[in-house]
């Protein structure tokens, strides 16, 4: 199997899969019109990125592409629908750098508590002003409000409880048995939580839901002298909201992301938020980037890529559709012997109705195998008479609706 790799990758990683049988391609810096023409003249089966975009026409530029994986969390950068539409797998590995966005979350807050950086930027410049830097408030009691509680989220809430900082939670998926769990209040919303935390910290998925979902409501709900801390998506925040909340409320803001990032690892950089008046820290999306996370995220593309060459399996699939159009499944117990399948799916085929998924399992032995077909339709009694009347080695073959 070809795998071509077109970030920095771990090099650990890189022996594993060769170790595996992989041929493994390495083509840093490619991007659009480069890469296309990378994936198109490797003829490679899996693609391995990180930041890199991974475009339509990308996509579109072999046959032979089968599999990408997204060497961290996000995938926000791949145009799934894209790969969806041709039957390219795309998977992530989710958690897997949960610990050090969570350790970069906590030196945003305590940076912002204790003044760090413009302390610093004062000694460098020969001040001395012990005064204003001893006016920190410290973190034991204090309320830390978590806006998401995936694994980077509880990685967050379980670093809080070790500051012994109260901590309430806002996720859609958070019910009674997480509460429980995560020793949380909860809050009905991102306002509610907002209006009653000294520290709000988001750790969101990018969606069309949560787009500028942290705005001028959340903000006005806020507590004059609080701290934003977002090392999850750029795009969650109102960026103009946010410049006005900092003036009217004092907020004080470690950003690790943002709206309008340089796609190239060295560049210009110029963001409004940046320059606005107030405390404001920012770090360069690097929350994912320590070297621990990192070897961790390439032991995981390793197993995702080691199970497709096995056995054609995606682990952490994001485009698979989890409800298919099936309305029926179809039951086929059969000899393990050649010829059984194209036989079913012929008869299928002609009756006009579609196959969604198909699983032949075999039994002990090797000697017999049952088909699991679900159909988008019912097979009339002639078609499944000719399934199991029309071929030596068929036993058997049934037919039921499948339950939701």
């Not at 306002?191 to 520290?199: F, K, L, M």
């Not at 405390?279 to 032991?299: D, P």
């Not at 090797?366 to 009347?389: F, H, M, Y």
């Amino acid at each position: 199997m070809r795998v071509l790799i077109v970030d920095e990758f771990e090099e650990q990683g890189v022996a594993a899969l060769r170790a595996a049988g992989c041929e493994v391609f390495q083509l840093t810096g490619l991007k659009d019109a480069a890469l296309a023409a990378a994936v198109r003249d490797c003829r490679c089966e899996v693609l391995i990125v990180r930041s890199t975009r991974v475009s339509a026409e990308v996509l579109a530029a072999s046959k032979h592409l089968a599999l990408v994986v997204r060497a961290g969390a996000g995938y926000d950068t791949i145009d799934v629908a894209a790969a969806s539409r041709r039957s390219v797998f795309v998977a992530n590995c989710p958690g897997r750098n949960a610990v050090a966005v969570a350790e970069l979350t906590f030196g945003l807050i305590l940076a912002l508590d204790r003044l760090i950086v413009d302390g610093t930027v004062d000694l460098r410049a020969g001040r001395w002003n012990k005064k204003l830097y001893s006016e920190a408030m410290g973190l034991k009691g204090r309320t830390l409000g978590v806006i998401g509680t995936g694994r980077i989220g509880r990685a967050v809430i379980r670093r809080a409880q070790a500051f012994e900082m109260n901590v309430l939670a806002w996720s859609r998926s958070l019910d009674a048995a997480g509460v429980k769990e995560l020793c949380v209040e909860p809050r009905e919303s991102i306002e509610a939580v907002a209006a009653d935390c000294d520290i709000l910290t988001l750790h969101l998925a990018a969606t069309d839901q949560t787009r500028k979902r942290v705005g001028s409501t959340v903000f006005e709900a806020m507590k004059p002298d609080s701290m934003l801390i977002n090392t999850s998506r750029g795009d969650l925040l109102d960026y103009d909201a946010l410049r006005q909340a900092v003036a009217d409320k004092r907020l004080r803001v470690g950003l690790d992301v943002f709206e309008r990032e340089p796609k190239e690892g060295v560049a210009a950089f110029a963001d409004p938020i940046m320059q606005t008046e107030g405390v404001v820290y920012g770090t360069h999306h690097i929350g994912a980037s320590t070297r621990q996370a990192q070897a961790a995220i390439a032991e995981e593309t390793v197993r995702i890529v080691c199970s497709f060459l096995r056995n054609g399996t995606v682990e952490n699939c994001v485009n698979r559709r989890q409800k298919t159009p099936a309305r029926f499944m179809l039951l086929v117990r059969h000899r393990n012997r050649p010829g059984v399948l194209a036989h079913t799916l012929g008869a299928i085929s002609d009756a006009g109705v579609n196959v969604e998924e198909m699983e032949n399992v075999i039994s002990e032995g090797a000697e017999a195998a049952c088909a699991r077909i679900t159909l988008n339709a019912r097979l009339g009694d002639a078609v499944i008479s000719r399934i199991e009347t029309g071929h030596e080695h068929v036993f058997s073959v049934t037919q039921s609706p499948l339950i939701d």
